[in-house]
């Protein structure tokens, strides 16, 4: 379960995580471009945590209800990710292009409002996702590797791999359990940052 091991197992999937990767960025410039289809697909989601930052705020301790509500949904999204990349990798891919897409929107916006959104970048987001983004494009990157075995799989069981098994089920799993570890403690930490320090800086 160490630190160090969690690194090894990431470099094997290093395919993985250039794909995931890839995908963030994709979703970054398809952001940034100024069109009403962008602006219908982001700005619900804006809206809708523009809400529940007003409620978070306005509560009686409010560090430590954005904590609670940044921590609970990251982990959440991110080990549910994890697994659902079973479906052939299909919703990691959805769940970092849109990300990028958020991320994107967000700059562009803040550029053409005239703010610095420089600044924007890192008081608001540096401080901890520093951590949290590159967690959440390994969390993903783990589910696009999960749906690529599942696809070679069922390439073997069809014949296509002359009835050999190449698929280690088992190793591919005891990784999954140290990655589930590491990503909750790791997202852990980058709540704790967001919900203090961002949490100042853009206050």
């Not at 970054?28 to 809400?51: E, F, H, K, M, R």
């Amino acid at each position: 379960m160490s630190l160090f091991q969690f690194f090894k197992d990431i470099y094997s999937f290093k395919k993985a995580m250039l794909v995931a990767v890839s995908l963030f960025i994709v979703g970054i410039i398809l952001g940034t471009v100024n069109s009403q289809l962008i602006d219908q697909i982001i700005q619900p989601s804006i809206a809708q945590l523009q809400s529940i930052s007003t409620d978070l705020s306005s509560s009686n301790n409010p560090e430590w209800s954005f904590f609670k509500f940044i921590f609970i949904n990251n982990a959440t999204k991110s080990l549910a990710v994890l697994a659902l990349g079973g479906f052939f990798g299909l919703v990691p891919a959805f769940f970092l292009v849109m990300n990028g897409m958020m991320l994107g929107y967000i700059l562009a916006v803040a550029a053409a409002s005239g703010q610095a959104w420089g600044i924007i970048l890192v008081r608001g987001i540096l401080p901890h996702g520093i951590i949290e983004l590159p967690v959440i494009i390994i969390a993903a990157a783990y589910g696009l590797q999960f749906g690529y075995l599942v696809l070679r799989s069922l390439g073997e069981m069809g014949g296509a791999g002359k009835g050999q098994k190449s698929v280690n089920w088992r190793g591919y799993f005891q990784k999954v359990i140290r990655a589930v570890v590491w990503i909750t403690l790791l997202l852990c930490i980058a709540a704790v940052i967001e919900s203090t320090i961002t949490f100042y800086l853009v206050k």
